[in-house]
């Protein structure tokens, strides 16, 4: 494993293990479909095919979740009672519905 990739994975572990329990919800993706949230997602892809082999995949997976943040947002138009985070893009948008 390269230094870059066992970077990213040591970064999203700490992710994992200090700063999102601190925010008490799944990102937007996990929150719409259920299964692995961004984080889990993109570390699985890192570990599968690296960091620069799985760019498309992570972007794929990110894309993705800004979607399923635009129906949440949907959602709460209509009175709808999710809570999520958009985990797209340099910062966390943490949200609350309804």
């Known amino acids: ?12 572990d700490l992710y994992q293990q200090w700063l999102s329990p601190l925010k008490g919800f799944r990102c937007a993706h996990a929150a719409l479909f259920g299964g692995e949230s961004c984080s889990a997602a993109v570390r699985r892809l890192v570990s599968e095919q690296g960091l620069v082999g799985g760019r498309a995949d992570i972007a794929a997976r990110f894309q993705t979740c ?27 948008i943490p949200f609350r519905c309804g």
């Open 1 to 12: 494993m390269n230094t870059l990739n066992s970077l990213a994975l040591g970064s999203i």
């Open 66 to 92: 800004r979607q399923a943040y635009g129906h949440l947002l949907g959602a709460q138009a209509t009175g709808g009672r999710v809570q999520g985070v958009c985990c797209c893009g340099p910062l966390p």
